[in-house]
């Protein structure tokens, strides 16, 4: 796997989604705010004792701050899920914020589970998402500080800072927990790996362009 | 009712809202974009023509500009809903900025279709829920720059800045169409008004105390 | 807290749902009767096993007899929900019974998570509700024998007793766990109280009258 | 078909369901009154213009009245959905007033769309449901006057009345177009019939006791 | 009961729904794959950890393979569901295979939380649904070999082979836990009995009768 | 783009869906058989007058036969959704039929808004599905004739055959409109092209290898 704060960023994310079921459907209660610790797992978190709630539980900190891009893609994801703000399970939202360096790139992905508006705060960023087969319609834009723009659940969409400054964003996803897969790191990181077979015809390349990338992922 | 750039710029969501009716099902095709001129009224906005639809559909500008906040207030809300970025509708989401001047507040509101995580950009807000009956328990804090905070669907919420400089924050609805109930407004300042019959027994006040507050809203 | 049988009824029926988490989703199964002194919390309450389930939780008695509302407001609700009736539990529904003396009321208040229908069985009831900002219209009708009203999801809304007489009223609501906000209760009698910074400008009131409203509630 | 007041009602009711589209997602705007002269049909009822709603479309009149249950079933199914009441449209409720003459009965059925409660106010009913196969578990009770009891969704379920003087209910059921699949009429007195060769199997019994039955539903 | 393969088929599929409470809101992460020996009970059924998930858990075998229709009915039914695919949880879908003896019948049924689609690998099937009450319409069709067809939810509905040859269809639900309603057994054949006077009423049919055909379910 | 049966059957599929919007909500009638023509766009199908439905709305023929797969991919996929078969608008299912040759793959895809059960019913195929980022973990297996297996909502799958000779499957989906997401041709064969920048980084391939890709989509 390429080392990439981006990716290790969102990758904790991941980690955390992925041990840490969540729940979409509507809230039945004022709030249930996430037992991060339980052992029971199912479609969303279990909830703590409200009577041991506290005001941290809805509130997460340093979103202000910028983060280290010095990785292969020159992004980084700083994520607030039910993780980092318990009070989120059951509500239906999680947020992030996204570092970009100059020429940085969150690379093209989907979220499986959610919609996502995007917000610039710093810089200009090109962004864009693809509908689906047979139209492969590619829609995008460059944005500037101030702008917005929002790309619909599943399909595949990026970001990239084509400035000479740094770049952030803020987004927020229609789900708790969204997922996301990387689509390179789907295909050529997978572990393990898929078939060859699969991906040559897939993509139209050669065995030894496969295993070249592999590598790479 | 105040003069209130803070209410007036909500208003202005508000009605939007109340003529574009809104769908927070889920999508099923890749987007929806919002025929608003449509005369055919739903749970939800008709589409456009998907091969009508167009980049400037999906963004939204000026999200980066201080409002005005000049009023009894000392807020003003921008909106961000299908009305400004028809590419929303369908997606269940929608988003705010909120200026504060020193000491303005976003007053007592429910949204009642939406959860919200607002997020400072500038400044510091006191921010805060209040559960349902008979609870009634009051979760607060205050943030600082970079700070999140979230607020349950439905449940009567404020923010306030404290500080001596202006406040800026960024907030997300799990809604295209959340809402916005205004508890002064909607006791003291429907149309027509409430008997106040009702309002003193509800709140305990004298019929003189009523006719005054009903000329503030 | 004022002393009121309405409140202090509802109050236990709002208790019951802060305890018993409650789920609106689709049910999965005939039933999954609530098991309500279950350790886990989830965002729905956990089933009996199917096997010890008898017809008893499917039904509650009582419904047919007045309640005490000699209270300042009037008033009292009886509530069905999954505490009183475990096998409503993921079914989406609940009922409440409310009784009002001559003059009574049941105040200002919002369900954030049911559209309700009423029932006038007994009596004559004024009732309304208040769409959201900026309209804040005012919809309201006095109700005789015989007549339903619908109130829809999370606006304010209340009853009153215009009559000489009792009257009694069969309410049905969307959701097995609804809530209910009761807008002076949250404004003025939060624990802690809401800073009066924040009510003083929410309201247009002074902190003198503020102060003496918060011993009120 | 039995010449039938109650399934004449109910008859009524599921006609107008039929024509007039309903919608159970949630709703979207504070409401979406029903324009029940509308010829766009849709999962879901199309809206009027909010400017034209009046309070009346929120109200219905008359569910203190015993209605006629001279006929074979001894029973009147007096419906309130967004046809009688359209403000209830998009809002996941309806209700209905049942009369029932002593020994009358509302026959074996289902709802395809809803759990439904039902309010005993006048005389007592067997009631009792189904559970699904292979179970077939028959879950009855008899309530008095005050009992409530609830039918989850799609069960086959009925109500008699034992008593010796007429009984009346109010029911409530978590969908503006519940639908009803009287079971017997489903058999039997379908337009076209169902062929003998699948009723003799389901039921086991002869082309000639079919005949006998097909002329009677 | 009869001695039905198809019947006896049905009823482990339904016994394992019975125990195995299932979702079918939107899943929140990749996979919840269900822990089938879970003691904690749910609308929906708990997860494996993730870590413990093999490629097994998300497949099933044997669909190909003929089963034994030697019985009553004629028919057999194959169900893939969480009990057999644990995958499935949370996912909203499931699977059986019917295998039907020339003249076998799947009899008069209803799935009170799925709709249907059915594929005929073999053979010829005379299908038919019945729209709900007061219309009772008749759907129908004979399907050949590589014919589709599909039943809208909580409708009841049948399949009969009319032909000299075995018949195969495979059929896919809108649900994990569809449920299944055989209309005769639950009339006829729940435990304990309906109330013949409920029955008579409801089929206008008299107590010998009934008694005959209760020995039958 | 490639010449390939597999993709222009799937392309018609996508085609269709994105004329045809199509609504996975709960229905709220019998049914609302697609009114194919109609010019109100909605998220979702509107409906045919229930009096114009004929049988032939609720089925499809054709399935049992073999398609042409002569084409890059060696695969081609049949449709069934409310296009072919209108009866399935609003039911949340569709299937399809896919043919593959003798090493045929259908290529590396995701579906948007369904989770998807796939049948051989001749011939092998080896599956496979990758969990979100960043555990990207492979989940694959080689299914025989008369195996199932199940690809959750929004992943990453793919299906081939490995064997000398043809194989077939069924699958059903989760929607009536699950949109397809072909990785290669949303990545390689957009339009517009997305910005070779873009592709660089994400897939660490340089300028000419994406040239080269290009033309290939």
């Given at each position: 796997m390429a080392s990439s704060a981006c990716i290790l960023a969102i990758s904790f994310l991941a980690l955390v989604f992925f041990l840490a079921f969540a729940s979409d459907q509507?809230?039945?209660?004022?709030f249930c705010v996430?037992?991060?610790?339980?052992?029971?797992?199912?479609?969303g978190l279990t909830c703590k004792d409200p009577k041991e709630v506290v005001a941290d539980d809805f509130s997460f900190s340093g979103l202000h701050l910028a983060a280290n891009?010095?990785?292969?893609?020159g992004c980084h994801v700083t994520p607030v899920t039910p993780s980092e703000m318990p009070g989120l399970n059951t509500l239906g939202l999680s947020i992030v914020r996204i570092d970009y360096a100059p020429q940085g790139i969150n690379p093209l992905h989907t979220h499986p589970r959610a919609s996502e508006i995007l917000i610039v705060l710093e810089g200009s960023l090109e962004v864009g998402f693809i509908t689906s087969f047979p139209e492969n319609r590619h829609i995008g834009k460059v944005l500037q500080k101030g702008d917005a723009f929002v790309f619909p659940v599943g399909l595949v969409h990026y970001q990239r800072n084509p400035g000479p400054t740094n770049a952030v964003a803020i987004a927020a996803l229609s789900s708790q927990n969204p997922g996301v897969i990387i689509v390179a790191n789907a295909v050529f990181g997978s572990i393990p790996n898929i078939s060859s077979n699969i991906i040559e015809k897939s993509f139209q390349i050669n065995k030894k362009a496969i295993g070249y990338l592999q590598t790479k992922f």
């Open positions: 509507s809230p039945i209660q004022d996430a037992n991060n610790g339980s052992t029971v797992l199912l479609n891009t010095s990785n292969a893609l």
